[in-house]
């Protein structure tokens, strides 16, 4: 067999062969030739040209019936896996003597440790290792893994489907233990072109954020990586990309959506936050602590997009959005709430306290200052964020607007047709209260200083 290297061991074999000499000769594998019977094997080593890893089977039965065969117990090591199969092996002959007929394995299969490199992997022309899946692979697998890993991932009790068909590794209802927490996966990776094709949906519990970063590749960037972040976490993201076959990720064709819910997390030696020291001690925005955060995320074209995000910390509450590329550069939207800066405790930039002077007393608590933060994560530049307060100042007018119209509906029958105005009508307590709140808020926003000058000023 010219697919082997080499092979040895020993074989206990009781079979009955039935057909014509010469076309068993020349074609044992022919539909002419009738065979069935058993064989047990033991201490086998043998290696696949093409392969890395020596196989070793400590033990197996085959039980051969109409082409057909069935494994009990069979236990083989690959590398550092080991595996044991008890299931089927439908046209196994045809296989065993013909390379290009398909292997197909319909099983159960346990195993302690499986590392999927070990069976993935084989040589190119250069030496070099990369994933080859072979086209005439064909499993149907329920598995059971107690400790799983393929490159950076790993897992542990592992339950669930898993196939390869036409060079793609597909997983369905995958339930494990990973990352400190839980997880439920469905993914495939379609090895079929030049590249490893790659799809998954995750829902994760109680995650460890640190090692979740770690295992991912860090979704493909570097900017917010595991050295950054430390909690708990319930997440659910779905990913796309391309590896090539040694693994080496395309950026350009990552693609995920998420969300993230982190309890009792960190955020350490983040660059863009260290930005801001001119309002707070670069000290504390080196180690921020935080009780919860919920951030949801999306990545394309090598930019993460976070929309409006609220971090209630132990140095300074922020509200922040915007873009962050692969090349770190940044396009950050802050909102920090004036009163906090103003009752904090004084901060060695005595420039931030004199701008801070001039600002009258706020009891509400309700002014804020905007900032954008451009540039490069390594080179930041700060300035008053323009556009972030004419949105704020618009958003303030529509819900005026609003308030009134729901106010003349409900006093002189206005703007019924409106579907955006609430339909149950509130006590007329109520309305006056509201409407007084308004008429306040709008004389304080036209007291509000603001020299003109400083609104683009760089810090």
């Known amino acids: 067999m010219d697919t082997l290297q080499y092979v040895s061991g020993s074989v206990e074999l009781n079979a009955n062969l039935k057909g014509n000499f010469k076309e068993i000769k020349q074609s044992a594998f022919s539909p002419n030739v009738s065979a069935e019977g058993s064989a047990t094997l033991k201490e086998i080593k043998t290696k696949f040209r093409g392969k890395e890893n020596e196989i070793n089977i400590g033990e197996g039965t085959f039980v051969l019936k109409d082409r057909n065969v069935t494994v009990n117990n069979f236990k083989l090591v690959i590398g550092s896996s080991d595996v044991e199969l008890n299931g089927q092996l439908p046209g196994f002959l045809n296989y065993l003597f013909d390379p290009q007929q398909p292997l197909v394995i319909k099983a159960g299969l346990k195993s302690n440790k499986l590392v999927l490199e070990d069976i993935l992997y084989g040589n190119n022309n250069s030496g070099s290792e990369k994933v080859n899946i072979p086209a005439n692979l064909n499993f149907d697998l329920n598995a059971g893994i107690n400790n799983f890993s393929f490159a950076k991932f790993e897992a542990q009790n592992v339950l669930g489907d898993i196939s ?76 796309a990309g391309n590896w090539s076959k040694e693994l080496k990720c395309d950026l350009e064709s990552v693609v995920a959506t998420g969300s993230l819910a982190i309890e009792q997390g960190r955020l350490m030696n983040f660059k863009p936050l260290e930005s801001l020291s001119k309002y707070v001690e670069v000290s504390e925005l080196k180690d921020i602590k935080f009780s919860h955060l919920h951030c949801s995320f999306d990545i394309k074209n090598q930019i993460i997009t976070l929309p409006r995000t609220n971090l209630k910390n132990s140095a300074l509450n922020i509200e922040f959005w915007g873009k962050h590329t692969f090349k770190n550069e940044i396009d950050y939207h802050i909102k920090l709430l004036l009163s906090e800066l103003l009752t904090s405790k004084k901060r060695a930039n005595k420039q931030l306290d004199e701008e801070l002077e001039f600002v009258e007393h706020d009891p509400e608590n309700r002014r804020c200052v905007y900032l954008l933060m451009t540039g490069t994560v390594d080179n930041p530049i700060i300035k008053y964020d323009r556009k972030g307060l004419k949105q704020k100042i618009g958003e303030d007018i529509k819900a005026e607007k609003q308030t009134l119209k729901q106010i003349l509906k409900e006093e002189f029958g206005l703007f019924k047709k409106d579907s955006t105005l609430i339909k149950s009508e509130p006590k007329k307590g109520d309305q006056k209260f509201k409407l007084e709140t308004e008429e306040k808020d709008k004389k304080k926003n036209n007291l509000q200083p603001k020299k003109k000058e400083e609104d683009d000023e760089d810090f």
Not at 166 to 190: C, F, P, R, W, Y
Not at 220 to 227: P, V
């Open 164 to 239: 390869i068909h036409h060079q793609k590794i597909v997983a369905q209802n995958i339930s494990l233990i990973t990352m400190e927490g839980k997880a439920n996966v469905n993914a495939i990776a379609d090895a079929s072109g030049e590249n490893i094709v790659i799809k998954a949906e995750a829902d994760f519990q109680n995650i460890n954020i640190s090692k979740l970063f770690l295992q991912c590749n860090n979704f493909g960037q570097n900017t917010l990586n595991e050295k950054h972040l430390k909690g708990f976490a319930a997440a659910n993201l779905s990913f």
